[in-house]
């Protein structure tokens, strides 16, 4: 794909434009970013830092000491609150999403190791 002057990565980025037949995926290698990358959401997914239970447990302290007749108080207080909660929703997006990309990457996987046992010749026994 080529990008109009000024615009698209300013230094070249290996892939970005392959050529025919310079790209090559191997199942072995698709399988094992898959794996770490199904580390990487359990992690996500847990208790430790940076996930959405840590944050939740940091981002607003539990009891909020706000004088309900000051206005611009509880105007911050309800500011934090739908903070919290988009970011707890774009979080819960990312990682919806981050499960389908490695779905995908498991789905490539599997084809490239269908192509691969074609190319060689090996056939499945019945």
Same mark, same amino acid.
């Given at each position: 794909?080529?990008?109009? !002057? ?8 290996? &892939? ?16 094992? @970013? ?17 996930? !959405? ?7 607003? !302290? ?14 911050? @207080?309800?500011?934090?609150?739908? &903070?919290?909660?988009?970011? &707890? ?5 990312? @990682? ?11 789905? &490539? ?18």
């Amino acid at each position: 794909m080529a990008y109009p !002057p000024g615009e698209g990565p300013q230094r070249p980025w290996p &892939g970005l434009e392959p050529k025919p037949d310079e790209v090559k995926f191997e199942a072995k290698v698709l399988e094992g @970013i898959a794996k770490d990358l199904e580390a990487d959401l359990k992690r996500l997914l847990g208790t430790g830092a940076g996930t !959405p239970t840590d944050f939740a447990k940091h981002a607003l !302290p539990m009891t909020l000491m706000v004088d309900s007749d000051y206005a611009p108080g509880a105007a911050f @207080i309800e500011t934090l609150q739908n &903070g919290q909660q988009y970011f &707890g929703l774009v979080y819960q997006e990312i @990682i919806e999403k981050y499960a389908t990309a490695i779905e995908l990457i498991y789905a &490539g996987a599997g084809v490239q190791k269908d192509v691969e046992t074609s190319n060689t010749g090996l056939t499945a026994s019945i």
